[in-house]
């Protein structure tokens, strides 16, 4: 006896670890997000540019989202050419390269906006993927601090705009010139110790997380995660002296008042030319956004701020949310940054050998998404499906494509019945898969008539929960009324006005 022929094997449907499918109504709160950051930037005066999600792999250059593995951090493939092209990992570095291709016919200073899609080869966890959206602004060709002083004020109205109310967030300001200070006033200038000034500045980002005696357990021989010797795992410190460790600690500390953060970093890095600098800078941008009406508690000289790409020079920034919430398991979460951005005025001068001064600010949209989700800020029910016409007759399908034709072309979203039409109540469960506000049904006695039937869907779901018997029910034909065909359109709009639907 023959064998049987093997069935074809199943190819089993898997989606890549680190991405999500996304359906209509995130894409429909992003889309609205993004309309709304949009009118803020271009308010400011940004207009769009749009760069590909691939650029070739010596334009990105070393500098990676992740310092500790600098030749890592991207996706990237050989092309037919041998040359070397990865997915961006940010929208800064693509900007630069458009930049210093265009120099000569773009407006200095440019001032430009882009959003996208941009990818980071990095191990996923919750609420971190490996494809996420970013919305950027940027000025190239000014060394201005007037130019980072509006980065802060724009992100300032961007989440005002989104409805994150005052109080609730928080745009914190530094510079990376005052940190170079810090290091170099405790000695740690210089090649040979980059390992240690990376260990410092680690420990100065964790003063969000972390009191200021934690870190500075950091800062010396090391920290237990347990806060006792042997407990947790240990996390080996910088190695510094006390005194040196008060000097970091002093300059970053969290001041309310920006003068008093000021006059700190001025007497601790009075003989730091790179540290002055810093605190001259990030005087200025305090007086710009005072004499605009923006308060502390709107945007913060903040010390502490530890931007983690190498590619910034000056001013840093970063958008905090402040509020506390809860996740789906009622646990509190606490969102933190949402964007943020700086000085790179070594990026487009890599291409150019000329000093090109430019400063950006990204808003990471996914994970701002989210956050005005669990805040309640976005619409989260499901969106609107299309007026469904139904079909009763399969002799008259051109009847009915003509009403579907009719409602469009009033503005109105509709569709035709695609499937099967030999049973009318699959066709009605599929209008309320789709969640439909209404459906069309004309059978021949309507069509001798001149009429239609419409059957609105929403307030029959409602009479539906109220009605207790299948016989209240079939004598109440809740919501089914008819109207002249004449009238269809006008009848539609009166239903979905009732409703308050709207699509998109």
């Known amino acids: 006896m023959a064998d049987k022929p093997k069935k074809p094997q199943k190819l089993k449907a898997r989606l890549p670890r680190g991405?999500?499918?996304?359906?209509?109504?995130?894409?429909?709160?992003?889309?609205?997000?993004?309309?709304?950051?949009?009118?803020?930037?271009?308010?400011y005066g940004f207009e769009p540019v749009e760069t590909p999600a691939m650029e070739y792999t010596d334009a990105l250059g070393k500098f990676l989202p992740d310092?500790?593995?600098?030749?890592?951090?991207?996706?990237?493939?050989?092309?037919?050419?041998?040359?070397?092209?990865?997915?961006?990992?940010?929208?800064t570095a693509p900007l630069a390269r458009y930049v210093a291709e265009n120099f000569d016919a773009l407006p200095k200073p440019y001032r430009s906006y882009r959003a996208g899609y941009v990818f980071r080869n990095e191990k996923p966890g919750p609420g971190r993927f490996r494809q996420f959206m970013?919305?950027?602004?940027?000025?190239?060709?000014?060394?201005?601090?007037?130019?980072?002083?509006?980065?802060?004020?724009?992100?300032?109205?961007?989440?005002?705009?989104?409805?994150?109310?005052?109080?609730?967030?928080?745009?914190?300001?530094?510079?990376?010139?005052?940190?170079?200070?810090?290091?170099?006033?405790?000695g740690l200038g210089g090649e040979d110790n980059a390992g240690r000034?990376?260990?410092?500045?680690?420990?100065?980002?964790?003063?969000?997380?972390?009191?200021?005696?934690?870190?500075?357990?950091?800062?010396?021989?090391?920290?237990?995660?347990?806060?006792?010797?042997?407990?947790?795992?240990?996390?080996?410190?910088?190695?510094l002296n006390s005194a040196d460790a008060h000097v970091v600690l002093s300059?970053?500390?969290?001041?309310?008042?920006?003068?008093?953060?000021?006059?700190?970093?001025?007497?601790?890095?009075?003989?730091?030319?790179?540290?002055?600098?810093?605190?001259?800078?990030?005087?200025?941008?305090?007086?710009?956004?005072?004499?605009?009406?923006?308060?502390?508690?709107?945007?913060?000289?903040?010390?502490?701020?530890?931007?983690?790409?190498?590619?910034?020079?000056?001013?840093?920034?970063?958008?905090?949310?402040?509020?506390?919430?809860?996740?789906?398991?009622?646990?509190?979460?606490?969102?933190?940054s949402v964007g943020g951005g700086g000085r790179y005025d070594g990026l487009v001068s890599r291409f150019r050998g000329e000093p090109v001064p430019a400063t950006g600010f990204s808003i990471g949209v996914?994970?701002?998404?989210?956050?005005?989700?669990?805040?309640?800020?976005?619409?989260?029910?499901?969106?609107?499906?299309?007026v469904v016409v139904t079909v009763f007759d399969r002799e008259r399908v051109a009847d009915y494509q003509k009403m579907v034709a009719q409602l469009r072309s009033a503005n109105i979203r509709a569709e035709l019945y695609l499937g099967n039409p030999k049973n009318m109540g699959n066709q009605l469960k599929y209008a309320d898969r789709r969640n439909s506000p209404c459906v069309i049904i004309q059978g021949s006695d309507e069509k001798a008539r001149g009429e239609?039937?419409?059957?609105?869907?929403?307030?029959?779901?409602?009479?539906?929960?109220?009605?207790?018997?299948?016989?209240?029910?079939?004598?109440?034909?809740?919501?089914?009324?008819?109207?002249?065909?004449?009238?269809?359109?006008?009848k539609v709009r009166e239903v979905l006005a009732r409703h308050d639907v709207r699509w998109g």
Do not use: H
């Open 19 to 43: 991405l999500e499918d996304r359906g209509p109504t995130a894409i429909a709160a992003t889309r609205r997000m993004t309309e709304t950051i949009r009118e803020v930037f271009e308010r």
């Open 67 to 91: 310092q500790d593995r600098p030749n890592e951090g991207v996706f990237s493939f050989q092309d037919d050419d041998e040359q070397w092209i990865s997915l961006r990992y940010d929208l």
């Open 134 to 186: 970013q919305f950027d602004a940027d000025t190239v060709g000014s060394g201005s601090p007037a130019a980072d002083a509006e980065m802060c004020m724009m992100a300032a109205d961007t989440m005002e705009a989104l409805g994150i109310p005052r109080g609730s967030y928080v745009v914190k300001v530094n510079n990376r010139k005052v940190l170079d200070g810090v290091l170099e006033a405790i």
């Open 197 to 239: 000034r990376l260990t410092v500045l680690r420990a100065i980002d964790k003063l969000d997380k972390f009191p200021a005696d934690e870190v500075r357990k950091l800062l010396g021989p090391g920290r237990w995660d347990g806060g006792e010797e042997g407990k947790g795992d240990f996390t080996k410190g910088a190695d």
């Open 251 to 336: 300059v970053t500390e969290k001041r309310e008042d920006w003068k008093e953060s000021i006059a700190a970093a001025d007497i601790y890095l009075a003989k730091s030319e790179i540290g002055q600098a810093g605190v001259s800078e990030l005087e200025e941008i305090a007086k710009l956004v005072t004499a605009s009406g923006y308060g502390s508690d709107r945007i913060r000289i903040d010390p502490s701020v530890v931007r983690g790409l190498e590619y910034y020079t000056g001013p840093v920034y970063e958008v905090e949310l402040l509020f506390e919430t809860k996740d789906e398991k009622g646990r509190p979460v606490r969102f933190g």
């Open 366 to 386: 996914s994970r701002l998404q989210a956050a005005l989700t669990l805040l309640g800020k976005l619409d989260t029910r499901p969106q609107f499906g299309p």
């Open 452 to 490: 239609v039937q419409i059957k609105d869907l929403i307030e029959g779901a409602k009479a539906a929960a109220a009605i207790a018997s299948n016989q209240e029910w079939r004598e109440a034909r809740p919501a089914q009324f008819s109207c002249a065909e004449a009238d269809l359109v006008a």
